[in-house]
């Protein structure tokens, strides 16, 4: 079990002005209103977990309820917000961005919102960049399309000089829009803040489209990403059948955890493999992948594959060689989609074994698509409770949902280490079943 003390939040200091929002005071189940810090979502909800707290084994780890607090810590009509998207394009930035401005504008009668313009880089002026001014009528529209109207970068930048951007420019609250390396970012400069004694709230709000952010239940855009990915797979399924021996190899976004790959299988089960960074499988030998394959296209001939961008990298031969990584930190993997068309194509070559290989290649196409209906919904729900949390004064949060219930984590309890699929878990189970493909491949 972990330490429940880990998942306290940081607080700028105690909340005297009453909300704007006329909330409901009554008490009740069905009524929505406002929340208090006591109030608390339970991290593990197994009536295993229940009965060991009852009989007083462990105390249980409980998570502080989001929603907006009946007194805020900052006096909206002089606070000043700014917008930050980092890290590469997912589904819905746009989306919480325009939830953001309007619940500041009209919730909370905020009038000055910023936009930072190219991620971090934004926040050092020897860039360039400069700001947006973020109003209503700016977002309206927003939603409509993806990517993100603020422009985003990779990288770490100086923290004492994005500190001092935000002081200079006045500015009481952060929202940093991104996954792992920019959530890292944003708690940094939370770090520098409150060394520096400076009331700015510094607000993650978790951007992944891999789905890899830890504890909570999901990020926004993965959700968009498998939709997108749906058709994609189902019209390679037509490419592999309209041909004797047909082979459809569909690769998908994925680095270190294969929730969009193994997601868009079971959505649309004309999968036969999938194969994702979590598991370990050998081309070669007669359980191997290449065989089994065989076995397919002897039995059905065709076959479709779907393949995470991150799968398979023992396949590689990386002796001697020194890892490349992105701006972000990030490992920059061989590409496993290519290697499976030109091994896949060698293989029957030899074996004088007619096949047909279609390589498809979306991963761009789904993380700049617009969000869908669900991940709008979503969105629009992290955006205004992470407003809620931060007119309440509290710094270095992220904000998420777990247990179907949203929350505030501190952003390092969710940058300490990355969600994989659990190869002995029921959601890789779902996938083995939907595919039929062996457990193992070796």
């Known amino acids: 079990m972990e330490d429940v003390e880990k998942f306290d939040i940081d607080v700028l200091g105690e909340a005297l002005y009453d909300s704007p929002l006329g909330l409901s005071k009554r008490k009740g189940d069905d009524i929505f209103n406002f929340v208090t810090d006591k109030d608390r979502v339970l991290r593990y909800i197994s009536l ?33 917000a700014a917008i930050v998207t980092c890290g590469g394009l997912c589904p819905g930035i746009n989306n919480v961005i325009r939830s953001l401005v309007m619940g500041l504008h009209y919730f909370y ?22 700001f947006v001014d973020l109003t209503p009528e700016y977002v309206k529209d927003i939603h409509q399309f993806g990517g993100t109207i603020l422009g985003s970068s990779r990288g770490g930048q100086d923290v004492g000089e994005m500190v001092d951007t935000l002081y200079n ?18 708690n940094a400069i939370g770090d520098e803040i409150a060394k520096r004694g400076l009331n700015i709230s510094v607000i993650g709000i978790p951007k992944t489209i891999d789905n890899d952010v830890s504890i909570i239940d999901k990020t926004f855009g993965f959700e968009t990403a498998y939709h997108v990915a749906n058709p994609i797979i189902r019209d390679a399924h037509n490419e592999a059948t309209g041909a004797y021996n047909g082979i459809a190899i569909v690769k998908l976004m994925g680095r270190d955890s294969g929730f969009i790959a193994a997601s868009a299988a079971i959505s649309m089960p004309v999968v036969n493999f999938v194969l994702v960074p979590e598991m ?88 700049s698509a617009p969000a869908n209906p669900g991940d709008s919904v979503f969105c629009s729900g992290l955006a205004y409770h992470a407003l809620h949390g931060a007119m309440a004064g509290k710094t270095k949060f992220v904000v998420g949902r777990v247990n179907n219930q949203y929350v505030y984590l501190p952003i390092s309890a969710v940058t300490s280490s990355r969600k994989k699929i659990n190869m002995e878990g029921g959601f890789w189970f779902a996938a083995l079943e939907s595919t039929g493909q062996p457990f193992e491949m070796r």
């Open 109 to 130: 009668e905020v009038k000055e919102i910023l936009g930072v313009r190219y991620g971090y880089e934004g926040l050092i002026p020897s860039y360039g960049h400069g």
């Open 169 to 186: 420019n006045g500015i009481d609250m952060l929202f940093a829009i991104g996954g792992d390396g920019t959530l890292k970012g944003a």
């Open 280 to 367: 370990h499988f050998e081309l070669e030998g007669e359980n191997g992948f290449l065989e089994t394959l065989k076995k397919r296209l002897d039995a059905k001939q065709h076959a479709v594959i779907v393949v995470a961008e991150g799968a398979g990298q023992n396949l590689f031969n990386k002796e001697g060689k020194e890892k490349v990584t992105d701006a972000s930190g990030n490992v920059q993997h061989d590409d496993i989609g290519l290697l499976l068309k030109n091994e896949i194509a060698e293989f029957f070559k030899e074996k004088d074994y007619e096949v047909t290989i279609k390589y498809i290649d979306p991963s761009y196409i789904i993380r």
């Open 48 to 80: 295993n977990d229940h009965n060991k707290c009852v009989k007083g084994e462990q105390e249980p780890v409980a998570l502080e309820k989001a929603g907006p607090r009946e007194k805020i810590y900052f006096n909206t009509k002089k606070t000043k």
